[in-house]
């Protein structure tokens, strides 16, 4: 790993570590509006899960065209690992420890909005899984899934989180 990579890396946890810490002292503080900055957090979270959701298999299908072994496609190998290690991973934990938190705090924790949103989100991480090998099948120049199918799968994200926003918004039931 290049020291440039491992100052990166470095960065991220720091970010990851003051994030933490704001957290935490914001928990045990509890200013008035607490609820308010807690969810304004989980937005900004679910914003940056979402635009790498939604990017990241935009590469896949990119880098299907690229020969194994050219230059694009390791570019296309570095972008995709940072990608998921600096923004999608990190935005993933923060969206669930903050939803869980409005959940139990909001009061929420028996509405059925809920349950079927937690049900889109398990099926988004679910998705989120997919993509994580799908990475580590490109790493190691072995991805044996087609561009028509990482077209397809590219919609899977924006179907979700329209459905994963309606239930919270309009909380129909
Ligand atoms: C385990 C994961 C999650 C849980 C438990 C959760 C739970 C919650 C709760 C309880 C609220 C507060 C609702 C209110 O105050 O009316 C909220 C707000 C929100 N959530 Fe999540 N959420 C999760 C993941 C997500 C995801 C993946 C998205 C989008 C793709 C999302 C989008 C939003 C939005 C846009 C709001 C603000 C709604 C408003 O203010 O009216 N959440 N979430």
New binding site residues.
């Given amino acids: 790993m290049t020291s440039a990579v491992t100052v990166r890396i470095m960065w991220a946890f720091l970010g990851l570590a003051v994030a933490a810490a704001l957290l935490v002292a914001l928990v045990v503080w509890r200013p008035s509006g607490l609820y308010l900055w807690l969810?304004a957090m989980?937005?900004i979270a679910?914003i940056a899960?979402?635009a790498g959701m939604l990017y990241l298999p935009r590469l896949f299908v990119y880098h299907c065209e690229a020969e194994p072994g050219s230059k694009q496609s390791e570019t296309f190998k570095v972008m995709e690992h940072r990608l998921l290690t600096v923004i999608i991973n990190p935005a993933m934990v923060a969206?669930?420890v903050l939803?869980?938190w409005?959940?139990h705090d909001?009061g929420?924790v028996w509405s059925h909005w809920?349950h079927a949103?937690?049900g889109l989100?398990v099926l988004?991480s679910a998705l989120h899984g997919l993509f994580v090998r799908c990475v580590r099948d490109f790493a190691a120049d072995r991805n044996r899934r087609s561009q028509r199918f990482y077209r397809l799968i590219n919609e899977a994200p924006t179907v979700l989180?329209i459905g994963?926003?309606i239930l919270?918004?309009v909380k129909p039931f």
Wanted: hydrophobic share 75%; net charge positive; proline share 0%.
């Fill in positions: 969810k989980h937005v679910v899960w979402m969206t669930w939803g869980l409005l959940a909001g929420f809920l949103k937690f989100v988004m989180m994963i926003v919270v918004i």
